[in-house]
């Protein structure tokens, strides 16, 4: 998926415009789980809307399997699948009879509905109504009705919505599996632990305009990413040795942060040159959530950022 320049606007009942998107770039690797990250309002599901044809662009182009969309969508519609907003669903139906009537409406055979209602757990509860299914069911069986077509490429929009840890947890290991059967999966969230967890690339946004994308693991593991923990009876002289390396020392209650060494034996080796031996020597990386804050800031503090950061294309 290859999106350029991308471009959204909408009036107000006030005819004031309002940018919703703004020249976004967005690019998806075949396979494996994508995040697309940002705050609330920044965008998300409208460029989704977008690329499903459900709103039309201002300006920019949108690539899905190398098909442009909107205007060849129909060539390309049926190897998408999407949950986006909340799934719709007879509430007086069985599981299975919302899926039969839309396997029907798709052309897919009734024996798919099966195979996807086992794919997601669902198959010995396919019998209950939907109203009677918890929160975390009513998503799995969304995400039943995705798979009906087989698709390669899904798109979710904040699956884990209201959901409690088990039904993340349900629904961020469907996602891992679906991701090693070879599809591709693009994720729309703004809970960054579990992104983290599932993700193995990602493209973070505020304000409708990319602030960056890569691989999760590249945007964790920079010099400045990690710092080194030490729990050392001897402060004071601790961090003299420490701050005498060049690095700089901070405190985290009873611990001293060291930023700036390569690694932990750097710091626990200084220290013992001086004779001052660690009780404890921790590694602290940054997670997802401290890289998105960094990139995104305080609200008003996003607009213009997109220009100081390097934007990697995963091609």
Known sequence: MRVRALRKTYRT???????????????????GVHAFLGPNGSGKTTTIRMLLGLARPDAGTVHLFGTPVPERLPDVIGRVGAIVENPKFVPGFSGRRN??????????????????????????????????????MKQRLAIAATLLKDPDLLIFDEPTNGLDPAG???????????????????????????????????????????????????????????????????RSRATALLAACGWSVGTDGPRLVVTGARDAREVNEAL??????????????RDLESVFLELTGPPDATAGAVGGVSNGDLS
Not at 13 to 31: Q, S, Y
Not at 109 to 128: M, Y
């Open 272 to 285: 013992a040159r001086g004779e001052v031996f660690a009780e404890e020597v921790v590694v602290l990386r």
């Open 13 to 31: 009942f006030t005819l004031r415009e309002v940018v919703a998107v703004d020249h976004l770039d967005l690019t998806v690797p075949a396979g």
């Open 168 to 234: 993340i947890r349900d629904i961020r290991a469907t996602m891992r599996g679906l991701a090693d059967e070879g599809r591709t999966v693009l994720v729309s969230s703004h809970i960054l632990a579990e992104v983290e967890q599932v993700a193995d690339t990602v493209s973070v946004v505020a304000r409708g305009r990319l602030l960056a994308e890569g691989r999760v693991a590249d945007l964790l593991a920079t010099e400045a990413a990690s710092a080194v923990a030490v729990v050392v009876s001897d």
């Open 99 to 136: 899926l039969r009537l839309l396997a029907t409406a798709v052309g897919v055979p009734h024996t798919r509905v099966e195979e996807v209602l086992e794919r997601v757990g669902l198959r010995e509860r396919g019998v209950d109504q939907f109203r009677r299914y918890s929160l975390g």
